[in-house]
């Protein structure tokens, strides 16, 4: 096997999707800011200047070498924080989290008897969730001013 190398993303030449059991892979025609020009597969279509870490499997007769994803040395993976993705799946699990907290305390509480529709106790579940929202946001912006978040 060759070694492992991480570059910039220079160019992205043909891009062909395959769909399986598994989802979607996207086999691109990379050409790198070093030089290479790699065949690799990947989950989401690239783009250039994304950084990829990757080690060329096969060279071919093709122009371009077959390579898979690799981790950089070290191997500590971090999503990107910044992305609104990352933000968004973040804000989601933080609001399932305190809905079902707001509904346990709820049950723990004997609640549930006062109210007759599922509409009154949607409204009831949901104010609790956003008070215990507004308390996650409070206790993170803490934890940020004292240097753990």
Known sequence: MSE???SKIKEVGEVK???NDYGTTYYHNL????GD???????KEMQVGWEVTY????????????AKSAQKEGGNFSPSNGSKSFQRNQASI?????????NLMLISNGYGEDV??????LDKTTALA????????VLEQKAKDNGLG
């Open 4 to 6: 492992i190398k991480t």
């Open 17 to 19: 999707p395959f769909t």
């Open 31 to 34: 050409t790198m800011e070093n």
């Open 37 to 43: 020009k790699i065949n690799i597969g990947k989950k």
């Open 55 to 66: 080690q060329i499997t096969e060279h071919g007769q093709q122009e371009f070498n077959k």
């Open 94 to 102: 933080i609001a399932q989290y305190a809905f079902r907290e707001a």
């Open 116 to 121: 007759n529709t599922t509409s009154q106790r």
């Open 130 to 137: 956003e008070l215990i929202l507004d308390k996650l946001v």
